[in-house]
């Protein structure tokens, strides 16, 4: 049979790499905004320097000099970026090809732009801007997992109906988690566990900011060089985050929480298989730590990771000829990638939402769980619940069902909220404990979103 061969040109357009470079050849960049400066958005910038066909657009910071010295920090070229006082002037920036520098993402949401990123790693603005930026007819990328987990899946419906792409973060682990399972289940095999690994013990539920440092082993000069931010780092420590990012996972694959909450067991990255053969299509983290402290052989302290297994005895078979660890029957296999690089590879976002029309990872199954939250210690009434990684409360996973009628407060709603009664040590935060801010532009869009997908909740 005769067949033409296609045109050099149109076969590199395969990738996105060369994809990439079509776009920078034409004089059509992709255009970028980024809302948040912090560690996360500083990451984003020092690679999108070095991307082609990417334009920078916008970079918006509460803090302009905070966005100047993360720029600087990347090898930015201090007269590239411009203060814009408003849109126009915002514009105008875009237009001669350097970037306009703003202290509201709103001017960033409005712009000339393709994509807005939105990297403050707050519920309250990442809801606004990203709400904002659909409704201007902008893809996003939100980085803000804690606004992902806690109104993403109306979001996603929301960019749907507008024509626009709602997607996660590519590097960041939910997403290549994600991806993980879609490889698996587009090649047909079963998938039964996936997540990623991270550092825990059960006394971090303790945890606090004045302690997460000294868990970590930080020395007093490193934390003085700055750059450390308390409440983060205790979040990672404590299991919340871990929570946050296992809910992303769950509404984005419809995989299920494991009946318990996450287990944190203490597994080498070749015992996957065995630990998780039978299970019946899980998220869940596994520690790199065992319950004496000492680090776990073949740890998967900054990996991702997918067990599967087919149906067909051959194709089981194969998965030993070619390598790949199994249980000891061999019915079950494991994949991970035991590292990733957060902002350094949302250039994959960014090219495929572009050129591809595709997510990397979005809650296209609704909320299928929720993080609730329990307190560290007892807490009086009248107290403040400080969010995530704080004095307070830590976060766990409840599935949507459970946490529907038992009524407990996602951790995202939770943040600021006073206690209405005196609660005991682990106690799960309920509706009736606290009081809600309910001017609040995320908690009006929670409640959206909980009409939205259980049409029984009054308005």
């Given at each position: 049979?005769?067949?033409?061969?296609?045109p050099?040109d149109e076969?590199?357009?395969?990738?996105?790499a060369?994809?990439?470079?079509r776009?920078e050849?034409?004089?059509t960049?992709?255009?970028?905004a980024?809302?948040g400066?912090?560690?996360?958005?500083?990451?984003i910038?020092?690679q999108?320097?070095?991307?082609?066909?990417?334009q920078?657009?916008?970079?918006a910071?509460l803090d302009?000099?905070?966005?100047?010295d993360?720029?600087?920090r990347?090898?930015?070229?201090a007269?590239?970026?411009?203060l814009?006082a408003?849109?126009?002037?915002?514009?105008?920036?875009?237009?001669?090809?350097?970037?306009?520098l703003v202290?509201?993402?709103?001017?960033?949401?409005?712009?000339?732009v393709?994509?807005?990123?939105?990297?403050?790693g707050h519920?309250?603005?990442?809801?606004r801007?990203a709400?904002?930026?659909?409704?201007?007819?902008?893809?996003?990328?939100m980085v803000?997992?804690e606004?992902d987990?806690l109104?993403?899946?109306?979001?996603?419906?929301?960019?749907?109906?507008?024509?626009?792409?709602?997607?996660?973060?590519?590097?960041?682990?939910p997403?290549?988690i994600?991806?993980?399972v879609?490889?698996?289940?587009?090649c047909?095999f079963?998938?039964?566990?996936?997540?990623?690994?991270?550092?825990?013990?059960?006394?971090?539920?303790?945890s606090?900011?004045?302690?997460a440092?000294?868990y970590?082993?930080?020395?007093?000069?490193?934390?003085?060089?700055?750059?450390?931010?308390?409440?983060?780092?205790?979040?990672?420590?404590d299991g919340t985050?871990?929570a946050?990012?296992?809910?992303?996972v769950?509404n984005a694959?419809?995989?299920a929480?494991?009946?318990?909450?996450?287990?944190?067991?203490?597994?080498?990255?070749?015992?996957?298989?065995?630990q998780?053969?039978?299970?019946?299509?899980?998220a869940d983290?596994?520690?790199?730590?065992?319950p004496d402290?000492?680090?776990?052989?073949?740890?998967?302290?900054?990996g991702v990771?997918?067990v599967?297994?087919?149906e067909?005895?051959?194709?089981?078979?194969?998965?030993?000829?070619y390598?790949?660890t199994?249980?000891p029957?061999g019915?079950?296999?494991?994949?991970?990638?035991?590292?990733h690089?957060i902002?350094?590879?949302?250039g994959?976002?960014i090219?495929?939402?572009?050129?591809r029309g595709?997510?990397?990872?979005?809650?296209?199954?609704?909320p299928?769980?929720?993080?609730v939250?329990?307190?560290r210690?007892?807490?009086r009434?009248g107290?403040?619940i400080?969010g995530e990684?704080?004095y307070?409360?830590?976060?766990t996973v409840a599935s949507a069902?459970?946490?529907?009628s038992?009524?407990?407060?996602p951790?995202?709603?939770a943040?600021?909220?006073?206690?209405?009664?005196d609660?005991p040590?682990?106690h799960?935060?309920?509706e009736d404990?606290?009081?809600?801010d309910?001017d609040?532009f995320?908690?009006?869009l929670?409640?959206e979103?909980d009409?939205?997908?259980?049409?029984?909740?009054?308005?």
């Open positions: 049979m005769h067949t033409t061969a296609r050099a076969v590199a357009a395969m990738n996105l060369s994809l990439l470079a776009r050849a034409e004089g960049p992709i255009r970028v980024i809302i400066a912090g560690k996360f958005g500083t990451m910038l020092s999108l320097r070095l991307m082609r066909g990417v920078l657009a916008v970079l910071d302009v000099q905070r966005a100047r993360a720029v600087a990347c090898g930015w070229a007269e590239r970026f411009v814009a408003d849109l126009g002037a915002a514009n105008d920036c875009i237009r001669e090809g350097k970037t306009a202290d509201d993402g709103t001017l960033a949401v409005h712009a000339e393709d994509i807005v990123i939105e990297a403050t519920e309250e603005a990442g809801a801007h709400f904002a930026a659909i409704d201007a007819g902008r893809h996003v990328i803000t997992v606004a987990v109104i993403g899946p109306y979001l996603h419906e929301l960019a749907r109906r507008r024509g626009v792409i709602y997607s996660m973060a590519y590097g960041d682990q997403a290549i994600c991806e993980l879609d490889w698996a289940r587009a047909g079963d998938v039964v566990a996936a997540g990623k690994g991270t550092k825990y013990l059960p006394a971090y539920r303790r606090t900011p004045q302690t440092f000294g970590y082993g930080f020395t007093p000069e490193q934390i003085a060089s700055g750059g450390f931010n308390a409440k983060m780092f205790n979040s990672f420590l985050k871990s946050i990012e296992m809910v992303a769950a694959t419809g995989l929480m494991p009946e318990n909450g996450l287990s944190f067991a203490p597994i080498a990255a070749d015992k996957l298989a065995t998780y053969a039978g299970a019946k299509g899980i983290v596994v520690s790199c730590m065992d402290g000492h680090f776990v052989e073949n740890h998967l302290r900054w990771y997918v599967f297994t087919s067909e005895p051959y194709s089981r078979r194969c998965f030993e000829e390598g790949l199994t249980d029957s019915t079950y296999a494991a994949l991970w990638r035991p590292y690089l902002g350094l590879e949302v994959i976002s090219a495929s939402i572009a050129l595709e997510a990397t990872g979005a809650p296209i199954y609704g299928q769980a929720e993080v939250c329990a307190t210690a007892p807490m009434a107290e403040t400080d990684g704080g307070a409360v830590y976060g069902s459970e946490a529907r038992r009524r407990l407060v951790m995202g709603l943040h600021g909220c006073k206690l209405t009664r609660v040590i682990d799960p935060i309920g404990d606290v009081a809600f309910e609040a995320v908690w009006k929670r409640r979103q009409r939205f997908f259980s049409p029984a909740v009054p308005a």
